[in-house]
DNA sequence: AAAGTATATTAAGGAATCCTTAGAAAATGA
DNA sequence: TCATTTTCTAAGGATTCCTTAATATACTTT
């Protein structure tokens, strides 16, 4: 019963080609605690509350769900539909239902 | 930068068909801080651990990342998606990527 | 290979949040 | 209304997080 988010958030952070430092830059995060926090929250040590969550989702480019996503096939749709217009996801979702 | 947690915990346990109590037990709570815990879930008032989140949407048919899903969309996409067969799913997203 | 730099990780304690208990408030139905 | 079910809340002990300070690992250059 492992939280998926340390694993996909260092994966989205890779992805964006941004160090640790870096990204906690873009949160606003002082420099000395910044860098401690994420590595704490990607090696498991510490889990983000949404709030946090939310913030790091949006300035690497994913859909916040995507950290909390467990199954490996949905979480790959995620990032997929994250990349379509609204009304070419919404008649996706149409087509599904 | 509100949760969705707690408005998409409650749906999905209304969705159940199940009480605050019925939801409980089937996590094995004890009845006196089931009802508690799930009702400061639901109000927003706590938030649970990624392990508890796991389990309730586990209890109620529901992927767990559907619980931290802020976009609507995308959450529905979540809850057709999940009920697709794994090989459909896999189908879906070769198409989409 | 060593030194220097950049990047990532960790321990510890004060700060913040959660979980349990006990009880009260709403909602539902007879 | 009364009884019952269902949901919500305050308070404090228990647990977890955030900051600080320092260490460890990875990478570059010489």
């Known amino acids: ?3 998926p988010l340390p694993q996909r958030l260092k994966s989205a952070r890779k992805l964006a ?8 830059t873009k949160l606003g995060f002082d420099r000395s605690h910044g860098t401690a926090r994420i590595s704490q ?6 889990a983000p509350d949404y ?3 939310k913030n790091m989702a949006d300035a690497l ?3 916040v769900a995507y ?3 467990d199954d ?4 790959k749709l ?5 990349k379509l217009s609204k009304q070419e996801l919404d008649e996706l979702v149409q087509k599904l239902s």
Do not use: I, N, R
């Open 17 to 24: 080609k941004l160090t640790q430092e870096q990204l906690s």
């Open 41 to 46: 929250y990607e090696t498991g040590k510490h």
């Open 78 to 82: 995620l990032l997929a539909a994250s």
């Open 72 to 75: 490996e096939s949905l979480a």
């Open 67 to 69: 950290l909390y996503c």
């Open 61 to 63: 480019g994913v859909p």
């Open 51 to 53: 709030a946090m969550a």
């Open 1 to 3: 019963m492992q939280s």
